[in-house]
Each structure stands twice: as C-alpha cells, then as structure tokens.
C-alpha cells in the first residue's frame, strides 16, 4: 500500500511501530500532490518547507517519548481558516495576500497535536456555493471525473481527501459545504453540532450557521479528529460549555434495536434514481444490522431553501461589510471615502458574492425586514421543532446527502436556482444545529459516489458515528479509489 492512501488510523499505527515515519509520510504526500495536482487544483497554497519542519520536530518528540496523538498525521486546512503566518484568502481577490496575524483555535489544538499542516484547500469564495467553480483561483475538479465538480464549498478538501493528497482534511459547513462535497467525492463529511467545535478564525460567512468538521477516509477517522478539535473556546460566544466525550468509545457498538426515520420529504420526484436505489438500499443494509426504520415526517422541509438563503446572506451582508479597503486586504484607489469603498468591493468580490450580499442587504431593508428576515426566523424555529419531534421516536435520521450525484463543470454556473438546489437535503441540519454526516453508500452507472447522509440529536455524535461505523463495516463503498 502506498503511504499516501493510509487511513489516520492506519497511519499513527505505522509510525508506532517504526514502520515509517513522519518525514516518510509527508514526503509521500508531496510527491502525490505533484503527481496530481494540476488535474484537481484542490490547493491554494502549500507549505512544503513548514510541513517538513513539523515533520522533523514530530520525529523528535516520538525519539523523546513525548505522547501527541496525531503527531506526524499530514492535514489540510480550508482557506477560510486562519493560520498564523500562512495566507489566509477564502479563495478571494479581497483577501489574495492576506496573512494572519493568530491561529484558529482549531488550527491551534491540530499543531499543539503536532499534526502536519501541507497547506490551504480551495473553496467558493467566502464558501458561497455548491461546486468549488466560484473561487477567484481556479475551479477544483472532481477526482471521479475531472470534468465535474467536487461539490462546495469544501470542494478542495473533500477533492484532497480523495485523490489521497492529504490524509484527512478540515472543511467548514454552512448549508452542507462538509458533506455535500463528502458525497460527491466519495469520502467522509462530519458536520458537528452548532457550538460543539470552536469557530474562533473561521472567516465568518453566516455566523448562526457555520460549523468546522473533518472530511476524511473513514468514520473511525471523523471520530478521531472531532476528539481534537472539539470543546469550549472562551474565544467563541457560540462555543458550547459542554464535557466531550471520546467520539472513538461509540464506534463498533451495536446497531440493534435502534430506530432510523426515513423522512417522507427526501425521498421527492426530480431525485436521481440511481441516488434514490443506493440509499434505500444503504436502509435495507442498516436495518438487516438490527436497526428499526420508520417513515416519519418534517413538514416544513420544503421551506428550508428559501428559509436558508434569507437567512444566510442577511448575515453575510453585515459579516462582509468589513472589507472596505481600511484596514486589510484589498485596497483600490478612489476620489474620495465612498469611491474607494465601492471600488474596492467591486473588484475585491466575485459575482456569487456580490449576489448574496445584494439579497442580504435587500431582506435586512426597512420595509422588508418583517418580511423576509424575520419571517425566516420563525420559519427556521419550525425547522428546528420538527426534528425534535422527530427525535422522541427516533434515535437518528437516514437520508440521500444530495439529490444527484456530482454534476458536470459548467452545467449550473449560469442558474444560480437551480446551484442553490444541490444543498436542499443538508441545508435543514444548520438551521436546526444538529449534527449530520454523509458516508459513501453506493456508486451510478457513471462510477460516481452517492452519499447517505445520517442526522443525529443535539450534541450527540456518538449514535451518528456509531450507525455509520456500523454501516461502513458492512459495506465496502468507502474502500474505492479514483484512478487518476
């Protein structure tokens, strides 16, 4: 096996065992991001000189007997995430040269872990979108097919995962940027509750909406990096207070007796049929492990579109008001205030990002608050009370990720509708803030993944690790690999 395609379990057992070592492993990376790359542009910026430092200093501690969980384990990060001395753009021309000054606390606890940070992966601009085609830098590509997209707006780091040019990756969820790219790309995407991970240096798209999470090889994987990453941040007023659990304690328990709903909502006319026939039959395989599906209902499932793009872009046209040209990033010259202003957000922000703010800005109006903002408000609490409803008679719920599998590169760009459309299955989780995750079940005609997606309660990852280690031990869809 070659050493870039290992698991991080796989991987923190080799090195051990002084079977390689962490040098070995990054240097593995590299040369598979060299062979690559080009056909996938997952990366916007890569650290090869750092990353063997890290590597070296990893090797050290193992020498001095100095315990670090993830010690030597190659990672990439999205590019919305802060990293202190690495350029931090979230794929924009606004933010091309910018440098942080701090690192995320995510970031933080990975290094103090001695994980190996290779560099930043692309996504849609300030993580607007669903296909990793709106970055200022390029498009990411799919690994299945390089001429379709990896889904966004983790689209790099999902791509990354894939290709095996990294051994796990960060990515950040909004509307379904984790597990939406996860199911078109054949991996891992794990959404955590809303407040369970820290997003102190995430650059804020929506803030009562994102949520850090891993994109990895396996569900063992996601386990072991949410160990890591998750707990309360003084720095985050949305951090939850909360003790966390070790994620790792629920997998390989049993299945038996548990209740799956299967919401009448997801299965709707216009969803692909090879995706609909890979998700039942990921049901049927869940249930002849011991499991109980039953049909319920979340009625007000066919609001959550609108509801999250009102919502949404309201918050991204306050976040975003922050880049004027004052005080960083980008800067154009103008005549006077106002002129430099306007000129520097013209050509600082993309089309997808002038739209949103535009909607945004029109939904917080006078005149139309009432309206939109607040009508989505209530709307989202509806959205929040069906699952709990739902979550008295069952222990987590079973659906398709995404409506089809990964679609082809350019087929949306010019129907911003029907892009917003792709989300319509993960979109219900945030505005609820319950964890969801998306597993490979199945692959088309085409060879391209599926993805079934697992919702669980409030704060409690260990049921939706546990049912999809359950599932993935009886399947062998997470084991396939791109040829590229």
């Not at 599926?450 to 869809?477: N, P, R, S």
Request: hydrophobic share 35%; with cysteine; glycine share 8%.
């Amino acid at each position: 096996m070659e050493l870039y395609s290992l698991s991080i379990e796989e991987a923190l057992t080799a090195i051990d065992k002084g079977e390689i070592s962490p040098v070995e492993l990054t240097e593995a990376i590299f040369k598979r991001i060299e062979a690559v790359e080009d056909k996938i542009h997952s990366f916007v910026t890569l650290d090869k000189e750092n990353s063997l430092i890290q590597a070296r200093s990893a090797e050290d501690n193992i020498r001095r007997n100095i315990k670090q969980p993830l010690g030597g384990i190659p990672i990439a990060i999205k590019d919305n995430i802060c990293t202190e001395g690495v350029r931090t753009t979230c794929s924009s021309k606004m933010l091309e040269n910018f440098i942080p000054p701090y690192d995320s606390t995510i970031v933080k606890k990975l290094k103090e872990q001695r994980c190996i940070l290779i560099g930043k992966t692309n996504l849609d601009e300030f993580a607007m979108g669903s296909s990793t085609e709106n970055s200022s830098f390029g498009s990411t590509r799919n690994p299945w097919d390089v001429a379709r997209v990896p889904g966004g707006s983790s689209g790099g780091s999902a791509a990354a995962v894939a290709a095996d040019m990294c051994i796990a990756a960060l990515g950040s969820d909004t509307g379904g940027s984790i597990r939406q790219p996860a199911a078109f790309c054949g991996v891992v995407g794990l959404k955590p509750t809303y407040g369970r991970v820290s997003r102190y240096g995430l650059v804020a798209f929506a803030s009562s909406l994102d949520q850090i999470g891993p994109i990895t090889k396996n569900v063992k994987d996601s386990a072991i990096l949410l160990n890591i990453i998750s707990g309360y941040d003084l720095r985050d007023s949305t951090s939850a207070d909360l003790t966390v659990p070790d994620f790792t304690s629920a997998i390989g328990q049993d299945i038996k007796g548990m209740k799956l709903g299967v919401p009448k909502e997801y299965f709707i006319k216009g969803i692909d049929k090879e995706v609909a026939e890979s998700v039942n039959a990921a049901i049927n395989k869940l249930e002849s492990l011991g499991a109980i599906p039953l049909e319920i209902s979340l009625p007000h499932t066919g609001y959550a579109v609108a509801t999250y793009y009102i919502l949404a872009t309201s918050e991204a046209s306050s976040n975003l008001a922050r880049y004027d040209g004052v005080k960083y990033g980008l800067r154009a010259a103008g005549g006077d205030l106002i002129d430099m202003y306007m000129k520097t957000r013209e050509a600082g922000f993309g089309a997808e990002v002038k739209r949103r703010i535009i909607l945004g800005t029109y939904t917080l109006s006078s005149g139309y608050y009432d309206a939109y903002y607040k009508k989505a408000q209530q709307v989202r609490t509806l959205v929040k009370q069906d699952f709990e409803k739902a979550f008295e008679k069952v222990d987590v719920i079973v659906t398709p990720t995404t409506p089809s599998p990964a679609f082809k590169a350019g087929e949306k760009t010019d129907d911003p509708l029907q892009m917003y459309l792709a989300d319509i299955f993960t979109i219900s989780v945030n505005l609820a803030g319950v964890p969801g995750i998306s597993i490979p079940c199945g692959f088309t005609s085409q060879n391209l993944p599926v993805g079934l997606q697992i919702i669980g309660k409030h704060f409690d990852e260990e049921t939706l690790l546990k049912t999809a280690y359950a599932y993935e031990q009886a399947t062998d869809w997470h084991k396939r690999k791109p040829k590229l």
